[in-house]
Every structure is written in structure tokens, then in C-alpha cells.
């Protein structure tokens, strides 16, 4: 099933936005505290939180929002971003980027399992 242009649009913005987090996690592991990065890391999964909802691709949106909290905890001080922290986000954005693969491959959310990163 051929995907609609944009929905390819919206997998090559989530995309490049889980490559920016990629980045962004590796700058707040050096530097735990920079509120910059937190809040760019932020809009980015707000947006595809967002997105995802509109198109209903609710995994997708399940992580984003997950991700979301994690990052709100870090900007008000409730977390740091340690090792586990960092690590459990980019598994989230690598869940995420699988998910998208299985979208833009077949048309439809794949039936993978999120719960185990969600505790």
C-alpha cells in the first residue's frame, strides 16, 4: 500500500528529529545540566508526540510522550541525566525509528512492543 506524501513527510521530519535527539543526548551526557539542550530535545518529541497523535500512530506516540516526561524531569531537576537515563532515551528513539521503518515498509504501526521501555 503506497504511503499518502504526507505521511513520508512526516516519517523524514520524525527521522531527522531522532537524529537531533541522538546528538542532543550525547551533548547532555557531558553536560547534564544544559537546559538549551533539554528544551530543544523537548519541543522535538512534543512535535512528534503531536504528529504521531494526528496520524494515529499510537506507539509512536505512546514513546514520544514517555520521552517527553523524562526530559520535563530533567529540566525541572527531578532527574539527572545519567548514564541510564541517556541510554533508556536512545532506546526509545531507536524503538521509535523501528516503528517508522515498519510504517513507511507496510503502511501500518508495527504490533511491536513499547511496554518494556515504558517502566
Do not use: W, Y
Not at 45 to 61: A, E, L, P, Y
Not at 66 to 76: H, N, T, Y
Request: glycine content about 8%; hydrophobic content about 45%; overall charge negative.
Amino acid at each position: 500500500m503506497p504511503l499518502d506524501e504526507i505521511v513520508r513527510e512526516f516519517i523524514a521530519e520524525t527521522v531527522e528529529a531522532i537524529q537531533e535527539l541522538d546528538h542532543g543526548l550525547v551533548s547532555l551526557e557531558r553536560e547534564p545540566g544544559d537546559s538549551a539542550v533539554i528544551d530543544r530535545l523537548m519541543r522535538g518529541m512534543h512535535t512528534i508526540k503531536g504528529n504521531s497523535g494526528f496520524f494515529g500512530f499510537r506507539r509512536v506516540q505512546v514513546l514520544a510522550h514517555a520521552s517527553e516526561s523524562v526530559l520535563s524531569a530533567l529540566r525541572d531537576g527531578a532527574r539527572v541525566a545519567d548514564r541510564s537515563v541517556v541510554d533508556t532515551l536512545l532506546a526509545a528513539a531507536d524503538t521509535i525509528e523501528a516503528l517508522l521503518e515498519g510504517i513507511k515498509a507496510r503502511g501500518v504501526e508495527p504490533s511491536l512492543d513499547v511496554g518494556p521501555l515504558l517502566m
